[in-house]
Protein backbone atom coordinates (compact mmCIF):
# COMPACT_ATOMS: atom_id res chain seq x y z
CA UNK A 1 0.00 0.00 0.00
CA UNK A 2 1.16 3.34 -0.83
CA UNK A 3 0.13 6.73 1.14
CA UNK A 4 0.93 9.80 -0.91
CA UNK A 5 0.35 13.33 1.20
CA UNK A 6 -0.03 16.98 -0.23
CA UNK A 7 1.31 20.24 0.73
CA UNK A 8 1.80 23.79 -1.21
CA UNK A 9 -1.81 24.80 -2.40
CA UNK A 10 -2.84 28.29 -1.00
CA UNK A 11 -4.44 31.24 -2.39
CA UNK A 12 -2.03 33.27 -5.13
CA UNK A 13 -3.01 36.08 -7.77
CA UNK A 14 -3.53 35.59 -10.98
CA UNK A 15 -0.23 35.29 -12.60
CA UNK A 16 1.38 33.90 -9.64
CA UNK A 17 2.82 30.92 -9.09
CA UNK A 18 2.64 27.90 -6.45
CA UNK A 19 4.78 24.90 -6.20
CA UNK A 20 2.56 21.72 -4.84
CA UNK A 21 4.58 18.75 -3.73
CA UNK A 22 3.68 15.15 -2.94
CA UNK A 23 5.53 12.50 -0.84
CA UNK A 24 5.02 9.13 -1.00
CA UNK A 25 5.49 6.31 1.71
CA UNK A 26 4.97 2.63 1.79
CA UNK A 27 5.95 -0.04 -1.30
CA UNK A 28 7.52 2.02 -3.84
CA UNK A 29 8.55 0.03 -6.87
CA UNK A 30 11.00 1.21 -9.89
CA UNK A 31 8.85 2.11 -12.76
CA UNK A 32 5.91 3.50 -10.21
CA UNK A 33 4.44 6.55 -12.10
CA UNK A 34 2.90 9.33 -9.99
CA UNK A 35 0.26 12.09 -11.40
CA UNK A 36 -1.43 14.70 -10.52
CA UNK A 37 -5.31 15.26 -11.18
CA UNK A 38 -7.88 18.46 -10.02
CA UNK A 39 -10.84 18.57 -9.33
CA UNK A 40 -13.07 22.13 -9.67
CA UNK A 41 -16.37 23.03 -7.81
CA UNK A 42 -19.36 21.45 -9.76
CA UNK A 43 -16.92 19.08 -12.23
CA UNK A 44 -15.46 15.97 -12.74
CA UNK A 45 -11.66 15.53 -11.91
CA UNK A 46 -9.49 15.53 -14.63
CA UNK A 47 -5.45 14.69 -15.33
CA UNK A 48 -3.02 17.40 -14.94
CA UNK A 49 0.42 16.08 -15.55
CA UNK A 50 2.28 12.64 -15.05
CA UNK A 51 5.58 11.33 -14.78
CA UNK A 52 7.07 8.23 -15.19
CA UNK A 53 11.05 7.38 -14.95
CA UNK A 54 11.60 9.03 -18.10
CA UNK A 55 8.84 10.31 -19.63
CA UNK A 56 6.37 13.45 -18.68
CA UNK A 57 2.70 13.93 -19.64
CA UNK A 58 0.51 17.19 -19.53
CA UNK A 59 -2.73 18.59 -20.30
CA UNK A 60 -3.50 20.99 -22.98
CA UNK A 61 -4.50 23.10 -20.63
CA UNK A 62 -1.28 23.15 -18.43
CA UNK A 63 1.00 22.73 -20.94
CA UNK A 64 3.89 25.65 -21.44
CA UNK A 65 2.78 26.67 -17.61
CA UNK A 66 2.94 23.54 -15.30
CA UNK A 67 6.23 21.52 -14.65
CA UNK A 68 6.01 18.01 -12.98
CA UNK A 69 9.18 16.66 -11.85
CA UNK A 70 10.26 14.18 -9.14
CA UNK A 71 13.06 13.51 -6.61
CA UNK A 72 13.36 9.89 -6.64
CA UNK A 73 15.83 9.55 -3.08
CA UNK A 74 13.19 11.35 -1.36
CA UNK A 75 9.94 9.92 -3.06
CA UNK A 76 8.73 13.16 -3.80
CA UNK A 77 6.53 14.67 -7.02
CA UNK A 78 6.45 18.03 -7.34
CA UNK A 79 3.90 20.58 -9.60
CA UNK A 80 5.54 23.67 -10.32
CA UNK A 81 2.54 25.78 -11.37
CA UNK A 82 3.44 29.34 -13.08
CA UNK A 83 1.29 31.55 -14.95
CA UNK A 84 -1.44 31.03 -12.87
CA UNK A 85 -5.30 31.43 -14.00
CA UNK A 86 -8.47 31.46 -11.99
CA UNK A 87 -10.11 28.06 -14.21
CA UNK A 88 -6.78 26.64 -12.68
CA UNK A 89 -8.56 26.95 -9.10
CA UNK A 90 -9.57 23.47 -7.83
CA UNK A 91 -8.49 20.79 -5.13
CA UNK A 92 -5.14 19.24 -6.62
CA UNK A 93 -4.61 15.67 -5.82
CA UNK A 94 -1.67 13.36 -6.12
CA UNK A 95 -1.72 10.06 -7.49
CA UNK A 96 0.57 6.90 -7.92
CA UNK A 97 0.40 4.01 -10.10
CA UNK A 98 2.75 0.85 -10.12
CA UNK A 99 2.95 1.20 -14.70
CA UNK A 100 1.65 2.70 -16.89
CA UNK A 101 -0.14 0.40 -18.03
CA UNK A 102 -2.14 0.22 -15.01
CA UNK A 103 -5.06 2.83 -13.44
CA UNK A 104 -4.08 5.04 -10.88
CA UNK A 105 -4.78 3.06 -7.63
CA UNK A 106 -3.22 5.37 -4.55
CA UNK A 107 -4.28 9.14 -3.91
CA UNK A 108 -3.97 12.01 -1.51
CA UNK A 109 -6.33 13.56 0.30
CA UNK A 110 -5.89 16.73 -2.46
CA UNK A 111 -4.75 20.08 -1.85
CA UNK A 112 -6.66 23.62 -2.18
CA UNK A 113 -5.12 26.25 -5.01
CA UNK A 114 -7.24 29.10 -5.20
CA UNK A 115 -6.21 31.87 -8.37
CA UNK A 116 -8.13 35.47 -7.62
CA UNK A 117 -8.76 37.29 -10.79
Known amino acids: QVQLV ?3 GGLVQAGGSLRLSCVAS ?3 FSGYVMGWFRQADGKEREFVAGISWTNTYYADSVKGRFTISRDNAKNTV ?3 M ?3 KPE ?3 VYYCAGKGSPE ?3 G ?3 RGTQ ?3 SS
Open 82 to 84: NSL
Open 78 to 80: YLQ
Open 113 to 115: VTV
Open 6 to 8: ESG
Open 102 to 104: ANF
Open 106 to 108: SWG
Open 26 to 28: GRI
Open 88 to 90: DTA
